[in-house]
């Protein structure tokens, strides 16, 4: 099954105050599994950035210009998704900016139903708790260091985790943040090395059959009528 976990950043809440996106980060994954696909743009939003947006996500208009408007990416952006389910955290938020952006671009907008909001599954799972994405990195104990400010496609590397949680454990193997070695599988590496299982395989021993256990052999199997053992 392909999913894509999605987030977005943006100039504000509203796109019906003029708000538009300016960043999109997508991961896809195939049978809950990350398949190392992603797609991931900035976006000129012909606007200025609040200074509450700002100091969310350090996007400043000047680095904005330098990259296309939302119309420019819309296909890409389209057949990356396809028609496989949006995981998203505040799906509505998120929805509703993709599409506002998708009408501007006269382009067919994204059904709701195809959005899997992860706030709601997180407030089904641990009612009354936190549920945002700091707060749920901190219950799984996923990694979230390097968020010192909101990003599209770290966000949604983040989220994906999450997800695998929510559905009940990740799978093995799941790791955007670092490829190196972490110091518990280092020093299970060495306890493995220094132990016995790395010691030399011994050959196997051998168990002669003794002559009374064919006698005794023979004698059982000459009591059976029409046995295989004398055809």
Same mark, same amino acid.
């Given at each position: 099954?392909?999913?894509?976990? !999605?987030?977005?950043?943006?100039?504000?809440?509203? %796109?019906?105050?003029?708000?538009?996106?300016?960043?999109?980060?997508?991961?896809?994954?195939?049978?809950?599994?990350?398949?190392?696909?992603?797609?991931?743009?900035?976006?000129?939003?012909?606007?200025?950035? %609040?200074?509450?947006?700002?100091?969310?996500?350090?996007?400043? =208009?000047?680095?904005?210009?330098?990259?296309?408007?939302?119309?420019?990416?819309?296909?890409?952006?389209?057949?990356?998704?396809?028609?496989?389910? !949006?995981?998203?955290? #505040?799906?509505?938020?998120?929805?509703?900016? =993709?599409?506002?952006?998708?009408?501007?671009? #006269?382009?067919?907008?994204?059904?709701?139903?195809?959005?899997?909001?992860?706030?709601?599954?997180?407030?089904?799972?641990?009612?009354?708790?936190?549920?945002?994405?700091?707060?749920?990195?901190?219950?799984?104990?996923?990694?979230?260091?390097?968020?010192? !400010?909101?990003?599209?496609?770290?966000?949604?590397? !983040?989220?994906?985790?999450?997800?695998?949680?929510?559905?009940?454990?990740?799978?093995?193997?799941?790791?955007?943040?670092?490829?190196?070695?972490?110091?518990?599988?280092?020093?299970?590496?060495?306890?493995?090395?220094?132990?016995?299982?790395?010691?030399?395989?011994?050959?196997?021993?051998?168990?002669? =059959?003794?002559?009374?256990?064919? =006698?005794?052999?023979?004698?059982?199997?000459?009591?059976?009528? #029409? #046995?295989?053992?004398?055809?």
């Amino acid at each position: 099954m392909r999913e894509i976990v !999605l987030d977005t950043e943006t100039t504000g809440f509203e %796109p019906k105050e003029g708000h538009r996106m300016v960043e999109i980060g997508c991961i896809e994954l195939m049978h809950q599994l990350p398949t190392g696909r992603s797609f991931h743009q900035y976006i000129n939003p012909e606007r200025d950035m %609040p200074e509450e947006a700002y100091r969310v996500h350090g996007l400043s =208009i000047d680095f904005l210009s330098t990259y296309p408007v939302f119309p420019d990416v819309a296909d890409d952006f389209l057949e990356f998704i396809g028609d496989a389910p !949006l995981i998203i955290h #505040n799906a509505a938020f998120d929805m509703k900016f =993709i599409n506002a952006e998708l009408e501007l671009s #006269n382009k067919s907008i994204v059904p709701m139903a195809q959005a899997v909001d992860t706030l709601e599954m997180a407030r089904r799972k641990f009612p009354g708790s936190p549920a945002t994405l700091d707060a749920l990195c901190r219950r799984f104990e996923i990694d979230n260091s390097n968020r010192t !400010l909101h990003g599209a496609l770290l966000d949604a590397e !983040l989220l994906a985790e999450v997800y695998l949680e929510l559905l009940g454990g990740r799978q093995h193997g799941l790791s955007f943040a670092s490829n190196k070695k972490t110091n518990e599988q280092v020093d299970t590496a060495k306890l493995i090395k220094n132990s016995k299982i790395a010691k030399k395989h011994r050959e196997a021993r051998k168990f002669p =059959i003794l002559e009374q256990e064919l =006698i005794a052999h023979e004698g059982l199997i000459s009591q059976i009528d #029409n #046995n295989l053992w004398n055809q």
